[in-house]
């Protein structure tokens, strides 16, 4: 029986820098006293780890932005003592008679991972707490240092200009400080981050939040913390869900979420509350799935021989154990949780193969079911299988779970995908001999960068198949902010969509009996292990009172919303005729920038001006053989942090807006019910003119005509 209770196994965008020194004093004291404590207020980069001040004294953050983003600047509080409970109170921001509420500034704490060292432990204070930390005591040097973050989202129908407000900063002691804050919004508009095209994946765990707040799987407590996931998951443009219909997955999963309840004459029903309730947390937080997986096959299904277990042996090697764990499922079946309604007990039980001649009629209702749900949802088209991986299920089980799935696409994570050799079309869906058709392919390696754009230029994010960057082990752990805000860049101009199978709230909540987080639960089933494919990025922590963000989370988020800027522009220069209505001055200086940009994001990953002018379009062999080991991370982090790359952020948002208000604007016609509606939707920040009529013909030549003028005349229309 399984227990229902899981045990335990330097400021950013060009902030003007700072410095004030305050000093504290003791009230009400009668004896002499100590010299009361200084304490010291600066602003630093939000990449800068080391809390490194910049910019002159007073204290102050400047943010750059646009609409529909989020920004965030960072400053650092020092004292010679503890500081006690440090709270930040912002105000609303101000330009003009255009206000950004209070509610929209965001005021968070940082602070370093609890009880986790090793090679897979995150360094620095990159833990986003949204609480006031009751303590920050003095580190080696005899300073305690807190880094406070405020961040803003900046509303889409925010007036450009400069905003100002404070924050105020407290202590247990008194009053610290006022900062001055300036927030910069420019005109462009980013799009709603579930319209990204820059493909972004983030992976929910459920059992991770079970484990880490000692909560039993779907409690009501639990459903709270796994939306607190998912409102960051769909914060960032991640639309991905991940449904186990097995357990004991790679991904860690202890349950199905269709729970199979067995009748007294042996045969079985379904229960898909939990299914049906996932999915709506999904919705609700997230936003609308772009792709749901139906985590049905895991490695262990295609057991491997006793010969190669016995080589394993023979070699002493490390994999032996996991490998005869999964050697123990020959002749077995995918494990499924078994619900008993009257006690609420489970248990897992193991299922004839897929292959088995009976499989098909216990599975089928389950299929029907899931299909049915997902037509009414209107997400029959997000359905995928999963997950296909290094290993691969035999032609005899692919083909049950194709007839009993209706031959939905797979869902792939591999080091290499040698469908994307053998597909015919660029733009037709990948068919792997007779495993099925792969709709979704996230590679580890075989990956193609494009390093030089004078070279030649590559756009990714125009690919027709969805197939995406894996960075794993210990790529968003170890290199610095700068590099994890262009990692998106990098997939975009090569050859890939975007980044995928990141984790959410992977992090490690295995502790060993000294309390030291050690493993996640990507290891907890040695018959499942994928090898370094298993998931070790966790771009969420744990907080108080549910996962919080990262500052990796953040510095990725900012490369997005870049990235979309980004596309917007190319959209335009890869399209002649709308390149030749921008004209072609602007197209030139816009390709510079974006050139220059491209540039940029090699050089924050600390690679040379020779290196640069050497390279061109990379495989991946060519990325590990040679430009890595010529990447100087700590170097390039230092460039970028002084680069002025703030304000080239602001430049690159308002090139966006120059050239979108200068191209054809596109008319959408809708149609609900008998009355037609019109709107003129270009981009993000289309000039949005919308009318109504039954007259079909000439409320379209109304519309057009209204985008053939000047946006400036289209604006006052």
Known sequence: MHSQRYSQSRLHLGATGAMLWLSVAVVGAQAPTATPPAIRVYSSDIHDLEGVEIGPAPAALTLIGTRGGV?????????????????????????????????????RYAAAWDDFTGFFAPSGPVVLHERPLPQVAPDRSGKARLPVWLTVRVPRDAAPGAYTGRLSLRSANGPLAEVPVTLEVGLWTLPPTQEYTTWIELIQSPDTLAVEYRLPLWSERHWEMMAKSFRHIGEIGSRV???????????????????????????????????????DTAERNMGRPKMVVFYAWEVFLAPPSDE??????????????????????????????????????????????????????????????????????????????????????????AAVLRELSGDIPWASCSHHAPWMRETASPAAIPVFKKTGRIGYTAMALSFQLNVNPERERHYGWK????????????????????????????????????????????????????????????????ESYWHNLSIVTSLLAPGAEGPVATAHYEALREGIQECEARIAIEKVLTDPAARAR??????????????????????????SEEALASSGFINYRDYYNDLSPKMDSAAGSNWFIRSGWAQRTGRLFALAREVEEKKPCSPRFEHPRAVVTVRCNTGASGCGRTSASRRIPALREKVRACCARPRDSRDRA
């Open 71 to 107: 920004f965030s600047g960072k400053i650092i509080i020092e004292s010679d003592a503890p500081l006690m409970t440090v709270e930040g109170t912002p105000t609303e921001l101000r330009s003009g008679s255009s206000v950004i509420p209070a509610g929209l500034c965001q005021v």
């Open 308 to 397: 190669f277990v016995e080589q394993l042996r023979t070699k002493n090697s490390s994999d032996t154990p996991r490998m005869e764990a999964r050697a123990a499922y020959r002749g077995k079946g995918p494990p499924v949780t078994v619900f008993d309604p009257a006690t609420g007990a489970t248990e897992t039980v193991l299922l004839p193969p897929y292959h088995d001649p009976s499989a098909r009629g216990l599975w089928k209702p389950v299929w029907d079911g899931i299909r049915e749900r997902m037509r009414r949802r209107g997400l029959e088209d997000a359905m995928m299988l999963g997950m296909l991986t290094d290993w691969r299920p035999t032609d005899e089980d």
């Open 582 to 607: 921008i004209g072609e001055a602007l197209a030139t200086r816009a390709q510079v920038f974006l050139d220059e940009k491209h540039r940029n994001a090699y050089r924050a990953h600390g690679l």
């Open 463 to 526: 690919k027709a198949i969805l197939h995406a960057q894996y960075w794993r082990d210990h790529y968003f752990i170890r290199r610095p902010l700068s590099a994890c805000r262009h990692a998106a860049e990098l997939q975009i101009t090569g050859e890939q969509r975007g980044l995928a199978h990141l984790g959410a709230d992977f992090w490690f909540c295995i502790r060993d009996r000294q309390g030291r987080r050690r493993a996640s639960l990507t290891d907890i089933y040695p």
């Open 241 to 279: 869900v991940y449904v186990p219909l097995i357990a004991k997955t790679n991904q860690g999963h202890s349950e199905t979420m269709v729970r199979w309840i067995r009748r007294p004459d042996g045969t079985y029903d379904h229960d898909f509350s939990i299914l049906d309730r996932y999915l």
